[in-house]
């Protein structure tokens, strides 16, 4: 009481009925309904104070879980995907099947982790895009949109025009880099961008293909069987494909509908270390991640590794041999596999080692480069990571 008068008399009301008194009230709600529990607080001059409270039973989120003997995390080449969605009722009531959906699409770009897609329906192509950052630092938003003519023609005026011919991609690139006109009339010439390298370039063009790409579109697939994920074999990059499950809950009298949708992205076994969650320590420059010093590590969280039984990296280390340790869930954490690299003389030429791995579980996987001794500044540059 703001008044320090006295302590205020409380009074709670379930659905307008008065159900108790006193400043705690409990109760067990065992017939399915929407219910509003209000306390009222009134002092000894007369105010009030009144909040409430929406109470719903009967009615839980129904679950949704993917079950596959294969890895959930990677495809491989040449390897269906097997598969079953398991959907249950918050409840335990029968299942309404013709409230069952489950997709699948395919992604022309490798999957990043730039936004949370576990638990999200996704629907565009732009999620955790590489040629969509480098196309929003860039200043190509200047003369091109997304949908409309404007400076120069639209993105997807351009998929819709190059997206599919052969040399395409390269032609394109090309352009970005040096500039000209002459493709659309000759009222705009494109500024040239010299300072971007060609992968960075192609990253751009695979954007805005992405943006028209029939590919992108959910198509429905049974609730269990085997995918044959073919989508994939003309990209280079890899993309990856998403699994579509959603469930609505019709719900019980009195309640809400429940409804509930994840997505499972699949992506290739061969990963960019540029796609990593984090990267302390290495320095993300244009498409790519530059050198890195002892202790600098990638991480790449949520990786099952049921059926992965040997690690590879892709590296360059100009003139110092080092070790990469694969550490399990921090980069504190235990040494869960560990392999010695030699230096490969220059960071344009790229190397491989591999290690052994047996951790049959899901978790957060940290790669560390380490150098015990000096000097331990810029000792190796990641490319890709491989699981076998």
Request: hydrophobic share 30%; proline share 5%.
């Amino acid at each position: 009481d703001p008044d320090f008068d006295e302590r205020p008399e409380i009074s709670w009301l379930l659905n307008g009925k008065e159900v108790g008194k006193g400043g705690k009230y409990e109760s067990t709600l065992s017939v399915n309904g929407t219910y509003t529990l209000t306390g009222i607080a009134k002092d000894k001059s007369g105010k009030t104070s009144v909040e409430s409270l929406k109470i719903i039973v009967g009615n839980e989120k129904p679950e949704i879980e993917l079950v596959s003997n294969n890895n959930s995390t990677f495809y491989f080449e040449d390897k269906p995907f097997e598969y079953e969605l398991k959907f249950k009722n918050g409840d335990n009531k029968v299942l309404n099947k013709e409230k069952i959906i489950t997709k699948l699409n395919y992604i022309p770009q490798p999957y990043r982790p730039m936004v949370e897609t576990q638990n999200t329906a996704l629907t565009t192509v732009e999620s955790g895009s590489i040629g969509k950052t480098l196309y929003d630092g860039s200043d190509c938003k200047a003369c091109h949109t997304k949908n409309l003519k404007s400076v120069g023609p639209s993105l997807t005026q351009i998929a819709q025009k190059y997206n599919g011919k052969a040399g395409s991609v390269d032609m394109l690139a090309k352009k970005i880099i040096d500039g000209g006109g002459g493709n659309w009339g000759q009222t705009h010439v494109m500024s040239a961008h010299p300072q971007l390298n060609i992968a960075d370039a192609r990253e751009i063009v695979h954007y805005i293909f992405g943006l028209s790409d029939p590919k992108k579109e959910f198509k429905a697939i049974p609730v269990a069987g085997k995918l044959p994920l073919d989508k994939h074999l003309e990209d280079k990059p890899r993309g990856h494909y998403n699994i579509l499950a959603e469930y609505t809950e019709t719900g019980n009298k009195g309640t809400n509908m429940q409804k509930n949708a994840k997505t499972y992205p699949l992506r290739h076994h061969v990963l960019r270390a540029m796609d990593a969650d984090m990267h302390p320590g290495f320095v993300f420059d244009w498409g790519q991640l530059r050198e890195g010093g002892s202790k600098s590590y990638l991480v790449f969280k949520k990786i099952d590794l049921k059926n992965i039984k040997n690690i590879s990296f892709e590296y360059a280390s100009k003139a110092l041999d080092g070790e990469i340790q694969i550490r399990k869930n921090s980069a504190a954490g235990p040494i869960v596999a560990k392999v010695n690299y030699p230096s490969t003389g220059s960071w344009d030429k790229m190397n491989w080692v591999k290690t052994d791995i047996d951790l049959p579980e899901i978790c957060d996987l940290y790669f560390v480069a380490v150098k015990k001794s000096k000097p331990t500044d810029k000792i190796i540059k990641f490319k890709s990571i491989k699981f076998e």
